[in-house]
């Protein structure tokens, strides 16, 4: 399945990516003979099953990390499994004595003519040695992103394996363009949600790194203009690493300003390029500093899972929380005592997206399959039980996962629901209108975003895996709605 989807700027990713030392042997051996040993004293101790201590409760850390990487670096699927063992590979290295392999033996030359091999006074000369030099240029060419490159990464699992996959869509100038996974990143957990970011964690004037937030408690920011990557250049949060003695149980022990909980959505500030906010099932709402590494304001102002944060494009010290406690709350992140502002829905919220063409408006998408619309300003002169929404929309069957708003055309706002339907409205007068509904074949959607690049393309992403893009402005209800905004 794809749980989220982000697109990179075009422009920001490194032209040719840098590609990272790969772990050593006895690194990977290590803790894979640490995982093992774990799994034997779980399996021994069954009685103790309602107890579970930190590591049975949560695979996190250098454990879980090395087991994604052998996955990623090409190990069978069963690494886990104690019997796999490296040895078994030296020994297979050691039986084709690959050192000598270059030896001429005595006996029959079975690859010569028998009239004397054809002999050519330079390399250069012999059509059947091809210069290393283009075989080095090719591979850059492969792996070069272009300007003009469309860069979509996507956070999957499939069969128990969890990874970003960094899509390349390259638009040819005759029209024709051809769509492809660049790299990979392994994950050690499963993905909830992403956020892109550009904060220059590593020195220069931008970066170009993902947030993701998953299953556990940690969130981890991974830099994008490196392959072949298993550690993520920032960890936020997470379960503190404490060597233990066999049998011995220890009390989970989370880092200074970690969430205690899976992570569910997460918000970059595009205008303090340094902040970071996060929602969580612990029922906490935090503000990071990433650049620092460590959480600057932890808010508590609702009672269940928080499921998504969105920063005002306008305000951009106003964030926006929707939770399962059925309520949307808006706060001044300078002031996370203050109360703020609060709105009731009527089931559990799924996403929220701010409108970029106006500062006092935003979007609710629910579990009961309806979209609610706010008009912030409606906030100052009312308690919360009268803050009634503009408008509410019985959008679709079933939960409605993702919503985006387009960047280009005011009150175009796509939406996608686990009823296997994308749908794109038209909000305008608080009077929305279905333009068109699709089924992309994409599965239950779990996540649609526009690009900023090219405002009407739509990227979308559901539980068969596979990425689809969809060329709104191609429909003739959105072409003669919006097409003029679009020339």
């Not at 508590?300 to 929707?322: F, I, M």
């Not at 100052?380 to 503009?390: E, I, M, N």
Request: net charge negative; aromatic share 6%.
């Amino acid at each position: 399945m794809i749980a989220a989807v982000s697109w990179v700027p075009k422009g920001v990713a490194k032209s040719v990516p840098s590609v990272a030392d790969p772990p050593s042997k006895e690194e990977i051996e290590e803790l894979i003979k640490a995982s093992d040993l774990e799994r034997r004293e779980d399996s021994g101790s069954e009685e103790d099953d309602q107890e579970m201590d930190v590591d049975a409760a949560k695979q996190t850390g250098e454990v879980s990390q090395a087991l994604a990487v052998a996955s990623a670096l090409g190990r069978s699927s069963k690494v886990n499994k104690s019997e796999t063992k490296f040895d078994d590979i030296a020994d297979g290295l050691q039986e084709l004595d690959m050192d000598n392999y270059d030896d001429e033996e005595d006996g029959i030359e079975l690859f010569s003519t028998g009239l004397g091999d054809l002999y050519y006074p330079s390399n250069s000369m012999d059509p059947y040695i091809k210069d290393e030099d283009d075989d080095d240029s090719e591979d850059l060419e492969d792996m070069a992103i272009k300007p003009k490159d469309a860069v979509i990464v996507c956070a999957c699992n499939k069969d128990e394996f969890s990874n970003l996959e960094v899509w390349i869509l390259d638009e040819t100038s005759d029209g024709d363009s051809n769509i492809y996974v660049h790299h990979e990143v392994p994950l050690s957990a499963f993905p909830l949600c992403t956020a892109w970011l550009d904060c220059p964690l590593k020195g220069g004037e931008k970066g170009n790194f993902i947030a993701v937030g998953s299953m556990e408690p940690a969130i981890e920011i991974w830099d994008l203009d490196i392959i072949d990557e298993v550690q993520p250049a920032v960890v936020l949060g997470g379960i503190e690493e404490k060597k233990k003695k066999k049998g011995e149980k220890v009390p989970i022990k989370y880092k200074e300003g970690s969430h205690t909980d899976s992570v569910l959505g997460l918000a970059w500030n595009k205008h303090f390029r340094n902040i970071l906010a996060s929602a969580s099932a612990d029922k906490q709402v935090k503000i990071w500093d990433v650049d620092a590494g460590k959480c600057d304001i932890t808010m508590e102002h609702h009672t269940d899972k928080v499921q998504a944060v969105a920063w005002n494009h306008h305000e951009p010290q106003v964030l926006l929380s929707g939770s399962f406690d059925r309520s949307v709350v808006m706060k001044d992140g300078r002031l996370p005592s203050d109360p703020g502002f609060k709105w009731s829905v009527t089931a559990d919220v799924e996403s929220l997206a701010w409108d970029p063409h106006d500062k006092h408006l935003f979007v609710v998408s629910l579990e009961d399959g309806t979209v609610q619309g706010f008009d912030i300003r409606a906030a100052k002169c009312g308690s919360a039980s009268d803050l009634k929404p503009s408008f509410t929309l019985h959008a679709h069957d079933k939960a409605v996962c993702t919503i985006s708003y387009n960047p280009l055309a005011p009150n175009l706002l796509a939406t996608g629901s686990t009823d296997k339907m994308v749908k794109l409205w038209d909000l305008s007068n608080n009077q929305p209108s279905c333009l068109v509904s699709k089924n992309p074949k994409a599965g239950a959607i779990f996540s649609v975003s526009f690009s900023e690049d090219n405002p009407f393309l739509l990227a979308i992403g559901g539980s068969k895996g596979t990425l689809e893009l969809w060329d709104t402005l191609s429909e003739a209800e959105v072409a003669r709605r919006f097409g003029t905004t679009a020339s």
